[in-house]
Structure formats: C-alpha cells, structure tokens
C-alpha cells in the first residue's frame, strides 16, 4: 500500500484551475512537514510548495501567487489549489515530506496544461 496518494489532476487550458489532493498514510501526521514536488519529463523532481506542521508556507519562486497549499490534519491530506496554470506546470505532482522526504513515493497524478 502506497504511502503517498495523489489524485485530482488532469487536462486543463492555460489559465484554468485544478485542485490536487494527497492522503497520507502515516502516523502523526499532524507533526510533520508536507510539501507538494513535481516532475516534467526530462527534468528533475523539484518542490512546489511545503507547509509545516504550523502551518507555514513556502512557495518555489515559479508558483508564488497562482498556488495555495493547505492542509486538513483531521483526515491526513495536504491539498494544492493551483489557479492561473501554464503550460510549464506541465508535470506529474508528488506529495512527500518536507524539507526532506522519504523514499516511498507515490505514482504521482499527471496535470497537463495545454490548449
């Protein structure tokens, strides 16, 4: 059983909306550090946006304004509200820890951006 699982992406035109969720299963969860990664073809894993157990948040310079991270520590989910896509966000979403995550990586969810 997977430890990470991401759903909610999709085909989307530049300047649409998606809403990505992760169901994390772990204990504590409400203890730890999550962030949102992503991967384009070709490129490496880089990471999105984290939030802390606290609920502080941290951006990557490319989605600062158009993405929101949040969390709902009573069902062990992290969400990412993404606005404004372009076709750079192009990339399969990853959930994990965050500044370090572990080994267990999820299958991702894909989210196209293209018209």
């Known amino acids: 059983q997977a430890q990470f699982v991401e759903s909610g992406g999709g085909l989307v035109q530049p300047g649409g909306s998606l809403r990505l969720s992760c169901a994390a299963s772990?204990?504590?969860?409400?203890?730890?550090?999550m962030g949102w990664y992503r991967q384009a073809p070709g490129d490496q894993r880089d990471l999105v946006a984290g939030?802390?157990?606290?609920?502080?948040?941290n951006y990557g310079n490319d989605v600062k304004g158009r993405f929101t991270i949040s969390r709902d520590n009573a069902n062990n989910t992290v969400s990412l509200q993404m606005t404004n896509l372009k076709p750079d966000d192009t990339a399969v979403y990853y959930c994990?820890?965050?500044?370090?995550?572990?080994?267990?990586w999820g299958q991702g969810t894909q989210v196209t951006v293209s018209a």
């Open positions: 994990n820890l965050w500044p370090q995550p572990v080994g267990g």
């Open positions: 772990v204990s504590a969860f409400r203890r730890l550090s």
């Open positions: 939030i802390s157990m606290g609920g502080v948040t």
